[in-house]
């Protein structure tokens, strides 16, 4: 197999999807910037990109459509903010494949990495396995060519199935229209569209209990399809988050150990002067004005510290991400004296865990 490279400007971000593929098997290599990126897919040639959108030194959106030229075959997972919709949206026509909104799940992360490695081309001697899928009550086994919703069996057409596979790989994803046309009809004729868009319909009167009010699978007008959980829980405020998310933590704890002794501690110290080098920054960026570059350093400290289990500190970064793209510069200074203290906490939480 040939190896998946990764491209964040954040050191901390980088380590952690690198330290989490290598434990499961895969080679990634990793680079911070543009160059390096670009000379490390030429040299390498690796199978799959994992891309950060909103990158310091150019936009990603560059360097994706260059990837994508110079090797139209690579799998490329797109990574970029959680209310970003247009970065998404034109991400996904530039060629992603697929993409996933920060801060996300280290779970997450494999189990979109895997799906995409399967889809590239596999040798005829390592034929892929088929898994059961379930997202929310639906469940679907591609073995059996079955699926089901809670107790009842959805007697679904080959195209319907193909459709719902493709989306159920995905839960929670926009998939572009291309995307779909290309996996379930075997070409990317976007003058196919309305025949997309009546499968889709008739999935969805076999799926919903209310079609015209669909909870599960919806359309994003002009984009594609997502398929959503049917169960849905209410999100949790930040103040009702602990400090640390344990899971995640633990997790980590277990990718750290297989990296050395100390690997643990060396990243959370990593993140530790980044983190303050980030604060020091997004103070120097509300005090000139820039709220390009307070988005940019608020987005970049939302990702690593979820990597890392501070979901306070994470949480915070967005309301600061979210109002420097707003343009509103009031309610930052505050924000930004809630994420020194957020950080702390943190530091105080986590340091038991390291002994």
């Given at each position: 197999?040939q ?23 895969l ?5 911070l ?8 897919f ?6 799959l990109?994992i891309?950060?959108i909103n990158?310091?030194d150019?936009?990603g959106?560059?360097?994706l ?7 139209p ?6 990574l970029?903010a959680l209310?970003?919709v247009d ?5 996904l026509e530039?060629?992603a494949?697929d993409?996933?909104?920060?801060p996300?799940g ?5 189990a979109?990495v895997r799906?995409?490695?399967r889809?590239a081309?596999?040798?005829a001697?390592?034929p ?9 009550s639906?469940?679907?086994d591609?073995a ?7 107790s009842?069996?959805l007697?679904?057409?080959p195209t319907?199935?193909?459709l719902?596979q ?5 839960p ?10 290309k ?5 990317q004729?976007m003058s ?6 009546v ?8 799926l919903?209990?209310?079609?015209v009010?669909?909870?599960m699978?919806?359309t994003v007008?002009?984009s594609?399809?997502i398929?959503?959980?049917d ?16 899971d995640?933590v ?11 002794p ?10 530790a002067r ?13 005090g ?10 608020a987005?970049?400290l939302?990702?690593s510290?979820a990597s890392l ?9 967005a309301s600061i ?7 509103a ?10 994420l020194?203290q957020e950080?702390s ?10 002994r």
């Amino acid at each position: 197999m040939q190896p998946i490279l990764v491209v964040d400007d954040d050191r901390v971000q980088l380590d952690v999807v690198s330290f989490l593929l290598q434990r499961n098997g895969l080679e990634p290599v990793g680079a911070l910037d543009a160059r390096n990126a670009l000379r490390l897919f030429g040299e390498r040639r690796p199978d799959l990109v994992i891309l950060d959108i909103n990158l310091g030194d150019t936009d990603g959106r560059d360097l994706l459509r260059t990837f994508r030229k110079q090797r139209p075959e690579v799998r490329i997972l797109m990574l970029t903010a959680l209310d970003a919709v247009d970065d998404r949206v034109q991400g996904l026509e530039l060629g992603a494949d697929d993409y996933l909104t920060k801060p996300f799940g280290h779970r997450e992360l494999l189990a979109r990495v895997r799906a995409l490695l399967r889809r590239a081309p596999i040798p005829a001697h390592q034929p892929p396995v088929p898994r059961r899928m379930q997202v929310g009550s639906v469940v679907l086994d591609p073995a059996t060519h079955e699926a089901t919703r809670g107790s009842r069996r959805l007697d679904l057409s080959p195209t319907e199935f193909r459709l719902l596979q493709a989306l159920m790989e995905r839960p929670n994803v926009l998939v572009s229209t291309r995307t779909l046309l290309k996996e379930v009809w075997g070409h990317q004729d976007m003058s196919a569209r309305n025949v997309l868009r009546v499968t889709a319909s008739r999935l969805r009167a076999k799926l919903e209990d209310d079609p015209v009010g669909p909870r599960m699978l919806q359309t994003v007008p002009g984009s594609g399809l997502i398929i959503r959980p049917d169960e849905v829980r209410p999100t949790p405020t930040d103040a009702e988050r602990p400090v640390i998310a344990m899971d995640v933590v633990d997790e980590l704890r277990e990718i750290a150990d297989d990296m050395g002794p100390h690997a643990m501690q060396e990243l959370t110290d990593v993140f530790a002067r980044t983190a303050e080098k980030d604060v020091v920054a997004m103070r120097e960026a509300l005090g000139s004005g820039d709220s390009w570059k307070l988005a940019h350093d608020a987005h970049r400290l939302r990702g690593s510290s979820a990597s890392l289990g501070a979901q306070r500190v994470s949480g915070v970064c967005a309301s600061i991400e979210e109002s420097a793209r707003m343009g509103a510069l009031a309610p930052v200074g505050d924000l930004l004296d809630q994420l020194g203290q957020e950080l702390s906490l943190y530091r105080a939480a986590i340091a038991p865990t390291l002994r």
